[in-house]
């Protein structure tokens, strides 16, 4: 009996000492973290007064949403931006782990100076595209589609062009994180399965195919969900590269708020945005893993 009262007292102890532990982080992270997420919801409702003489306005500022023809550009840019900045860096981070799996020698080194430009800075990187994307026949790649007799292009100085010279810097930046993920699960698949299959006169497609894709769904799911939700909260990108133009082409939601916010100094509206950007963020990332759960 005293035995057991004692292991329970140590027990309780160790409890205490654990939770003595995380206790500060706990409440540096709730009030870094959770609070300002709450102050932005009760924000929402209300008419923001810059001397912090706030009015109740209750859903005004949300129902303005359903009518900013502003918005709704700016969220169909975001859709285009998550469809083809998601596929196009899955697809070449999944074509890199490819070429890059194996243990030949100096892979290592390989996989390191392609995984660069996942750790450069986006202000770094919207400086080399910037570059990049001049949009004289002088400017690097103008020069490089003029070999085979394409462009000028306008790039980000042109309307029609600028959302996909965004998401073009998009998967050049994330492409290597992807490759990382889907390289890391590439190497837990058994190997007697390849050997299995080459013996039963499975060609390269078909082990890719029906082992390689099927092993690795999980990682898929990973780098799917992370970038959903990377790309629907997209800001640095669009900001150091285009800042929203030319003529709100490729403005996104992140941008129209930030608008919202700094320019328009109307902040309980682009509070109330942020809000409805944290709602569909949470919706879209729960469907995603509940239809890979139901897949499974």
Avoid at 144 to 150: F, I, K
Wanted: with cysteine; aromatic share 14%.
């Amino acid at each position: 009996m005293d035995g057991t009262r004692l292991r329970r007292r140590a027990r309780r102890r160790s409890t205490l000492t654990l939770w003595a532990f995380l206790l500060p982080a706990l409440i540096a992270f709730a009030y870094f973290k959770f609070y300002p997420i709450g102050y932005g919801v009760w924000l929402s409702f209300h008419n923001v007064g810059i001397m912090g003489n706030h009015s109740w306005v209750g859903l005004k500022n949300f129902a303005r949403a359903f009518d900013d023809t502003f918005l709704h550009a700016a969220f169909w840019h975001t859709v285009l931006y998550v469809v083809l900045g998601v596929t196009l860096s899955v697809l070449v981070g999944f074509g890199l782990a490819l070429a890059l799996a194996g243990q030949a020698r100096h892979i290592r080194l390989v996989r390191t100076a392609v995984f660069l430009p996942a750790v450069v800075t986006v202000a770094v990187c919207a400086e080399v595209f910037r570059i990049l994307y001049h949009p004289t026949p002088d400017g690097p790649l103008n020069w490089l589609l003029g070999l085979v007799n394409l462009g000028p292009f306008g790039f980000t100085s042109d309307p029609s062009t600028s959302m996909l010279s965004v998401i073009g810097m998009h998967v050049w930046k994330n492409a290597p994180y992807d490759m990382v993920v889907l390289l890391a699960a590439m190497t837990g698949v058994d190997r007697s399965l390849y050997e299995s299959a080459r013996v039963d006169g499975a060609n390269w497609a078909a082990r890719l195919w029906f082992i390689t894709i099927p092993s690795i769904r999980f990682a898929f799911t990973i780098v799917i969900t992370l970038g959903i939700i990377r790309s629907l909260r997209v800001f640095p990108e669009v900001y150091t590269l285009t800042g929203g133009g030319p003529a709100r082409s490729s403005e996104v939601i992140m941008t129209y708020i930030y608008r919202v916010s700094f320019v328009d100094v109307d902040l309980g509206y682009a509070s109330a945005l942020s809000t409805l950007l944290f709602l569909l963020t949470v919706v879209i990332t729960a469907a995603t893993l509940l239809l890979r759960k139901e897949r499974s």
